[in-house]
Each structure stands twice: as C-alpha cells, then as structure tokens.
C-alpha cells in the first residue's frame, strides 16, 4: 500500500512539473512582442521622419506644418503604447525600460517645445523670405528703367543676392555685408527717391533686417532639436528590450528542453512499465498454467487415492463382514465407529443406526457399565 501511494505521488509530482515546464515554454506572447518591437522600431522612423519634416519646413519644401502635427500626435500615441510592456519581461527589465522610456518622453517635450518656437520663428521668416525677393526685384526693376539711375541700385542688387544666399547657407559670414548694404540703403532712401520707391525700400529693408534677425535663431532651434539624443534614446531601447527579450527567449528554450527532457523519461519509463507489465503478464500466466496443471495432477493424485482408499476400506469391509462373530470399533468416547455384518445382526438394529451409539443406548445399564469399564 505505501509502495503504491508513494508511485502515485512520483506520478503526481512528473505530471505537476511537467505542467509547470509546459507554461514556461509558453511564457512569451508573440503578439506581445511583434507588437512591442513593432512600436519601437515605428517610434524611431517617425522620430527620424520629424527631424526631416523641420528641415523640410526650413526651406520652404512643405506649404504646411500638418505634417510635424501628425508626427508629434503619433509619437505621443507610440509612447503611449509602449507602456504596456510584455508581461514575460522581468521586473528589472521593465524598470530598466520604463526609465529609459521616460528619458525619452523628456526629451520629447523639449524637441515639441523647440518645434513650437520654430514654428513661429519660422513663419515669420518664410514670410520675409517669399515677399522680400519680389519686393525687392520689382523695386529694382522699377529704378532701373528711369533715365537718372540711383546711386544705391547696386547696394540694393548686393543686398538681394547676399540675402538670399546668406538664408540658404548655415553660415554668418555675409552678415556683416548685408549690414553694411541696409546702412547704405538707409541713407540713400532719402535722395533721389519717390515716396512710393522709398516705401518699397524700406520694406525690403525690412523683410531683410527679419531674415538677418531670425536665420540664426531659427538654425539655432534646428540644430538643438536634431541635436537632441532621441534617435540613440530609442536605439538604447531596442536594444535593451531586444537583450530582455532574448533572455526570455533563452529560459523558455532553457524550459522547453527540460520538457523535452522530460518528456523522453517519462516516456521511457512507460515503456519501461508497459515491458515489465507485459513481463509480469507472461510470468503470471506461465505460474497459472503450472498451477492448473499442477491443479489437475494433484486433482488426479486425489482421486487415485481415494479409490484406493475405497477400495481397501472396501475390501477390509469384506474381510471383517466374513468373519461370523462380533466385529466392532469404539473411539475415545465409547462411540461405535465400525461395526461388520454379525455385529449389525446382533444388536438387531441397521448399521447407520449403530454407528455412533454408546453402550447404553444399546444395552441395559448394568451390562453398559461394565462394558463402560472394561472399554
């Protein structure tokens, strides 16, 4: 009965560990971690796709800031989902890339706050930039066709040339140059000049002091907002979920060979079982098989015996039952066990009636006594 329990407990603990092995294997959530990976690796080319959107928006490339909206809405909706990080990943590892995550988060509200102030910036100065050439080439245009040309239509040439170019380049150096252009134009707008011309000048000189005033401030918030660590913020978080994932990876794989393991045990021990039941069976069947035939043969030894026996008490009968006088046998109580044919005659009752019977049920009471006493 122990032997039994205790097998039945082996049995129990195998299928429990077995179980236990079976949902560590099954640990990772590969939807989990398609979609994990999936938002990480999207944060980083939207956060690359911003960075190149404000250039774009720099130089005139796009009519329209809808595009750095819709980036900043879908970072923040990617960050978002990244706080729901795979359950297979450990404390630690969630603590790791929570801080990171939150690293980042900072980080994003810096660049959104310089993408705000670029954005104003930067409209002004597209602003300038869009009217200050035509205002300018028309103002051009307009004192070269009169017959006395002004002495500061050169300054005015130089002051668009240097302005343009000085808005393309990253550069300072023409900034000095175009002072000097608008301190020229700012005493020559007063001579020679119609009301109407000295109007249009003054806007050009206008449109250029805003370029000349915002360039620098607005390169300036460019360079601090791609200057900001966020692509290698997200690349230090693909690589640590990635160094997580693949330890989680590693101890289900770790889990799934034990299983194996196993596996292979437990079936080798049922076929261990199944031989030695099959075994046993044959074994079983063999002891039967001698029993019966040894069944049969002792069965036969009975039954020769017992003819013999009934043949000598037969023939001891004959014997006794030939003698004419008075053949009887008594036990230890008096009691007749055998009597032969003249003794059945002489006590005048049937043999079945004398077996068993005492002196005084046969005989009166004095003759039974002394009967009694000489037995």
Not at 165 to 180: D, F, Q
Request: hydrophobic share 40%; net charge negative.
């Amino acid at each position: 009965m122990n032997i039994r329990l205790k097998h039945i407990a082996i049995g129990i603990g195998l299928i429990l560990l077995m179980t236990f092995l079976f949902f560590k294997t099954n640990v990772i959530d590969s939807d989990a971690h398609n979609r994990f990976s999936r938002d990480l690796h999207h944060l980083k080319e939207v956060d690359a796709t911003l960075d190149k959107d404000i250039l774009e928006s720099r130089y005139g490339l796009l009519n329209s800031y809808d595009l750095l909206t819709t980036d900043t809405v879908q970072i923040d909706q990617l960050q978002e989902n990244l706080k729901n990080i795979p359950a297979f990943i450990n404390q630690d590892g969630k603590e790791e890339i929570n801080k990171l995550l939150k690293n980042y988060a900072e980080l994003d509200v810096q660049k959104e706050i310089f993408i705000e102030r670029f954005k104003s910036r930067n409209s002004i100065i597209n602003n300038s930039i869009r009217y200050f050439p035509v205002t300018t080439s028309n103002l051009i245009k307009n004192l070269s066709t009169k017959s006395a040309k002004p002495n500061g239509l050169e300054s005015l040439n130089n002051l668009l040339k240097d302005t343009l170019i000085y808005y393309l380049l990253t550069e300072t150096e023409l900034e000095p140059e175009i002072t000097k252009h608008i301190e020229k134009l700012n005493e020559f707008k007063n001579k020679q000049l119609s009301s109407e011309d000295k109007t249009d000048l003054e806007i050009s000189i206008s449109h250029a002091q805003t370029i000349l005033k915002l360039k620098p401030e607005v390169d300036t918030l460019i360079k601090e907002t791609v200057a900001l660590p966020t692509a290698d913020q997200i690349e230090e978080l693909i690589k640590l979920y990635d160094s997580y994932y693949g330890q989680s990876l590693s101890r289900a794989n770790s889990y799934r060979l034990l299983l194996y393991v196993f596996s292979v045990l437990l079936l080798v021990c049922i076929a261990y079982i199944i031989v030695r039941l099959k075994q046993a069976t044959k074994s079983l069947n063999s002891v039967n098989e001698n029993l019966e035939q040894r069944v049969q043969e002792r069965t036969e030894e009975l039954l020769l015996t017992n003819t013999e026996l009934q043949n000598s008490r037969d023939y001891f009968n004959r014997i006794i039952n030939a003698v004419g006088d008075p053949i009887f046998v008594k036990n230890r109580r008096h009691q007749l066990t055998l009597v032969n044919d003249a003794m059945v005659n002489f006590m005048g009752r049937s043999r079945n009636e004398a077996i068993g019977t005492v002196e005084h049920d046969l005989f009166p009471a004095e003759e039974a006594d002394v009967f009694w006493e000489q037995d």
